[in-house]
């Protein structure tokens, strides 16, 4: 599927959400994709990016950047501890805040670079053992570290559990943002995200629908 017609689909589901108004940002998850499905994206005209890895964005993204000018990138998968600084200098935006450590290590890093990218906690909507993100009851907790550092969250992210409903982790990620009266909601991916904006989404996450199958060989390594 093309860029343009996912495009069309987003304000398509806009209009028939009651939405039309809205802004709903659309990010094209590049991760593991071949630089020239990259440039090709590039080269329509978008300029909203996400990855997964911050090892693999440094290796592509600065010359990207040097190339086309500014990209407003967003880190849509786990942070470790020890990538902190590197994904703040890089990245505009991170979706996976789901911790205590990592919001004491942003601040820290936060202190001595004078700038913070903008956050999302991510939210484990499903309560699942091995997946990231905070529990639902955890939430609160955690903002309330975040407001004593300063740091700038914008909203909430999930990732619902494969054999679940999307449409029911979209309604419970959208309820708890708004008891917190947080504006933005990241949710939703290529297969699910009609579904996403009709229940809140304000950030979308789409992959493979814009660029077609990931590279099994660069997913390997």
């Known amino acids: 599927m093309s860029l343009e017609k996912i495009l069309s689909k987003v304000e398509t589901a806009k209009k028939d959400s009651g939405r039309q108004n809205d802004k709903v940002n659309v990010i094209a998850v590049s991760k593991v994709q071949p630089i020239a499905r990259i440039k090709k994206v590039l080269n329509e005209g978008h300029r909203l990016f996400g990855e997964n890895r911050v090892q693999e964005s440094l290796e592509k993204w600065p010359k ?29 935006v991170i979706h996976s805040i789901d911790r205590e450590k990592l919001i004491v290590k942003i601040s820290n890093e936060a202190q001595n670079l004078g700038f913070c990218p903008d956050l999302f906690i991510q939210v484990n909507t499903g309560n699942e053992t091995q997946k990231a ?89």
């Open 64 to 92: 990207l950047i040097d190339e086309y000018g500014k990209i407003e990138l967003h880190l849509v998968g786990s942070l470790q501890t020890n990538k902190v600084k590197d994904a703040m200098n890089l990245f505009d």
């Open 133 to 221: 993100g905070v529990k639902k009851e955890e939430v609160t907790k955690l903002l309330e570290l975040a407001k004593l550092h300063s740091l700038p969250i914008i909203g909430l992210m999930c990732l619902p559990p494969i054999n679940e409903l999307p449409s029911d982790h979209f309604k419970i990620l959208n309820r708890i943002a708004k008891e917190h009266n947080l504006q933005r909601v990241s949710m939703g991916m290529s297969n699910d995200f009609e579904d996403a904006i009709k229940f809140g989404a304000t950030d979308i996450r789409i992959g493979s629908a814009i660029f077609g199958p990931r590279n099994k060989l660069n997913q390997k390594k």
